[in-house]
């Protein structure tokens, strides 16, 4: 039994939208090519479990039965779910493998079989209950999250996005349930899609509170989420004491990224892995079930991806950076820009449902 399980199969490559589409089926042999160059002699540590497909009741516990029927129908007919996202024949049912792929993990370490697992491929955050988009069909992340609220009456479940996009879609299934902390670092929506995700999207109902926005200046780097993960991140882990931690997003905050604007180095993405980690085995057993699906520039993804794990299980190493650095990289006027204008803000708007922020 590895430490940390991998969901993975090669049919995950069956996922792809076309030649000429930014999500191609590619990334995850890409990927794990990588890890198995990288992590050979620590093979012992992991273990690469083939996951199932998701069944129609475990989409329907997110899902709207029309919306459901719809993309059925849409892939059947090679038709578009939105403009970016068009639907070949059979994509409805390699939807359901990246949500078999969530449950599995999650069920896996409610057993014990592991302390962490990590679905690759996983984190279709765009997906709301009546909608997709963003190259998202079903919302692995929400699916995953309400089936343990379900299954084992889990009462803290901290959710956290640290994709380029906003998490809108599970923003919205989420923003009256006061059980699940949704935390999203993303690029500024008023330069990105899904044009959501700003400070005031704080819930509602008894669900106020519990969505917390932090829309980071294009070009952000690595000062600028260490600062937004210390002040935002971890106070409101320790508050919350989640009872298991999702973390969802792949390599598109990279500076290299070909659809973001972003600026996270290389030791980023280990960062997040160790964020990760400590937080885990402080809070809540080691409980945390990783999505690492986007990015959009395949000599950036494996590294990015791999980093991660790397930081999740510990191992001291940091890839190289496959593209050299801009010259725009780390600017620390963002940093002060981040302090003053989105952190300071977050507190002020949170203040009265956080002691943390007091």
Known sequence: MGEIDLMFS????????????PFRGDRF????????????????????????YATEEEILMIHDPLYVDYVKK???????????TPLSPGMDE?????????????????????????????????????????FCVYNDVAIAARWLLDEYKLERILIIDTDAHAGNGTEDIFYEEPRVLFISLHQDPRTLYPGKG?????????GE???????????????????VMDEIFVPLACEFKPQIIFRNGGSDPHFADTLTNL????????????????MSEELCEGKELD??????????????????????????????????????????RLVEYTKSKVIEEIKLTLRDHWNCFK
């Open 291 to 332: 999505f690492i699906g986007s990015g959009y520039n395949p000599l950036v993804l494996p590294n990015a991806w791999v980093s991660i794990i790397l930081g999740l299980s510990g191992i001291n190493k940091t890839l190289p950076e496959p593209v050299n650095p801009p010259s725009w990289l780390d600017d620390p």
């Open 10 to 21: 090669k049919d995950m490559g069956k996922y792809d939208f076309g030649p000429g589409h």
């Open 29 to 52: 042999t890409n990927f794990i090519e990588r890890f198995k160059e990288e992590l050979l002699r620590e093979r012992s540590r992991f273990e690469i479990v083939e996951p199932r």
């Open 263 to 278: 600026g996270l180095p290389m030791k980023g993405f280990n960062m997040f892995g160790e964020y990760m980690r400590k």
């Open 74 to 84: 849409t892939a059947a007919r090679s038709g578009f779910l939105t403009l970016d």
């Open 198 to 206: 700003f400070i005031w999207e704080i819930g509602s109902g008894e």
């Open 94 to 134: 390699q939807a359901k493998l990246v949500v078999g792929a969530a449950l599995e993990g999650a069920e896996r370490i409610m057993r014990g079989n592991c302390s962490k697992a990590v679905v690759i491929g996983g984190g279709m955050h765009h997906a709301g209950s009546t909608y997709g988009g963003g």
């Open 209 to 227: 509170g519990y969505t917390v926005c932090v829309p980071l200046p294009p070009g952000s780097g690595y000062d600028v989420y260490t600062l």
